[in-house]
C-alpha cells in the first residue's frame, strides 16, 4: 500500500511541475485527487486499527473515554497541521501559527482530565 501511495505521489510531483508552468489552476485539483486515492488506500487498514485499539481499550475502565479522547486529540492534531500547512505555503506564516497553537491548546484541554487522573494516582503511591 506505501509503495502505491509513493509512487503514484511521486508521479502527481512530475505532472504538477508540468502543469504548474502551463495550467497552475489544476494543481490543487489533481493533489486532491491524490489525497482522495491515498485516503481510500488508507481505509482498510485503519478500520482494522481502530477495530483492534477499541477491543482492548473497551476491556478497561476508563476504555471508551480515552478512545474517544484520542480519536479526537488525532483528528486535532491532523487538522491544525493540514491547515497550518496550507496557510504558510500560500505565504500566511502568522495565520499558520495561529492554527498550530489553537490546536495545542485543545489538545491541552482534552488531556486536562488525564493529567489530573495521573496527578491523583501519583498522589495515592506518595501517601
Avoid: W
Avoid at 508540468?18 to 488506500?41: M, Q, R, T
Amino acid at each position: 500500500m506505501l509503495i502505491k501511495i509513493i509512487l503514484v505521489g511521486i508521479t502527481i510531483c512530475l505532472i504538477n511541475i508540468f502543469l504548474k508552468k502551463h495550467l497552475s489552476e489544476l494543481v490543487l485539483p489533481v493533489e486532491i485527487v491524490f489525497l482522495a486515492f491515498s485516503v481510500s488506500l488508507c481505509v482498510e487498514y485503519i478500520q482494522n486499527v481502530f477495530s483492534g485499539l477499541t477491543e482492548i481499550l473497551f476491556r478497561t475502565q476508563y476504555g471508551e473515554e480515552i478512545f474517544t479522547s484520542a480519536v479526537k486529540g488525532t483528528g486535532i492534531c491532523l487538522l491544525s497541521k493540514f491547515s497550518s500547512d496550507i496557510c504558510e505555503e500560500n505565504g500566511n506564516k502568522m495565520i499558520a501559527d495561529v492554527i498550530e497553537f489553537a490546536g495545542r491548546i485543545l489538545l491541552a484541554v482534552i488531556a486536562a482530565p488525564y493529567i489530573e487522573l495521573i496527578m491523583n494516582i501519583a498522589a495515592a503511591f506518595i501517601k
